[in-house]
DNA sequence: TCGTTCACG
DNA sequence: ACGTACGTGAACGAT
């Protein structure tokens, strides 16, 4: 996969950086006017000081450091006040896109080929994960408009087609699995959408009377209960009442009563051990599971439960290219392996394979690493990464 | 080199 | 009262 690369389309990113940077100088003025003078709108520093001492704006929250934080969530806050704030969030985004993505990429990839290789680095994740750098193509942007467009660059080579493999929700299976809860084995087993299984589980009522902002808030649960979310946590990110987020945890805990043994089971294992384990049994040491700090210890305790859920799903993903590798050079394919990113594959194809790989590509990784519960793979292909999803 | 911020799963 | 969901990598500013 590294030496392969992936193909970019340099002309796509030109075209997003010129927008780009006329936008970014829209926004630069009207922050100047608003701020009443210019700064380094990049230096929080300076940033800082515009904002708390010379608008007088409140301080949300402070770093680590114990100065006035200007992170996102500060900014959000912020903004029903002051017209500043907005327009910051809306430079933030922008130029992260730019000088992270946009320039970056466009420079680095090679002139005659038109690829870009990054380096997958296999023993640097304490879990197991693949992480990859220079550059890292593992967090490509998706969740903007603006993000999304730059998934457009990502193409195959000419006359083939890209093809994106995904596990759909395969932590919360491997959960299933791990804690063998009935009622969540049971609602993957029946094939259901699990996070309106949960809402209606949660709030007592028919799956088909779910509404969105219970479905919403069913899914930050059940995403959060494997980390070790606290009614805290999880009330900022309902933006809700620490009130209504113990409430359902509380509800969520005694819904799935096997998912909540097996969190206190977990943590009491890295103790007695010191030690937590994947299904196959990577491991990864906690020792400060057992300091006498609380909030070191706590940090041990959410590690404890997160490492073999987030560690199997590596060990899945590896076992899957394995044998995906093993029947390419078997069957004598074109198509190659490009991109692994924790819970998807990406390759290029020609269009004669497709068929052929879109069904290898499901098989091994549907039945890569049997865990007791059914294992979903969403396959997609398109002319660049974003269609192929 | 460190701290802050923010991109992804 | 403490700090507050796990795992990463990179850009930028300050030192």
Known sequence: MEMEGICIDSGILREISENLASELKRLEAAIYEQAGETFKIGSTQQLGVILFEKLGLRVVAKTSKGKPSTKESVLLELATEHPLPGLLLDWRKLSKLKNTYVDTLGDLTHPETRRIHTDFNQTVAATGRLSSSNPNLQNI??????????????????????????????????????????????????GKDIHTATAARVFHIDPDEVERDQRRKAKEVNYGIPYGVSPWGLAQRLRSSVQEAQELIEQYQRTYPDVSRWLVETVEEARDKGYVETLLGRRRYVPTIKAS?????????????????????????????VNIHRRMQAEGVQSRMLLQVHDELVFEVPPEEETTMRHLIETEMVNALPIGVPVEVDVNTGANWLDAH
């Open 141 to 190: 942007p998706v969740r903007t408009d603006v993000g999304r467009e730059i998934r457009k660059a990502f193409v195959p080579r000419e006359g083939w087609t890209l093809l994106a493999a995904d596990y759909v929700q395969i932590e919360l299976r491997i959960l299933a699995s791990m804690s063998e809860d009935k009622a969540l084995l049971q609602d993957f087993a029946d």
């Open 293 to 321: 700090n609380r909030i070191e210890r706590s940090f041990a305790e959410r590690v404890a439960v997160n490492m073999p859920i987030q560690g199997t799903q590596a060990d899945m993903i590896k076992i899957a290219m």
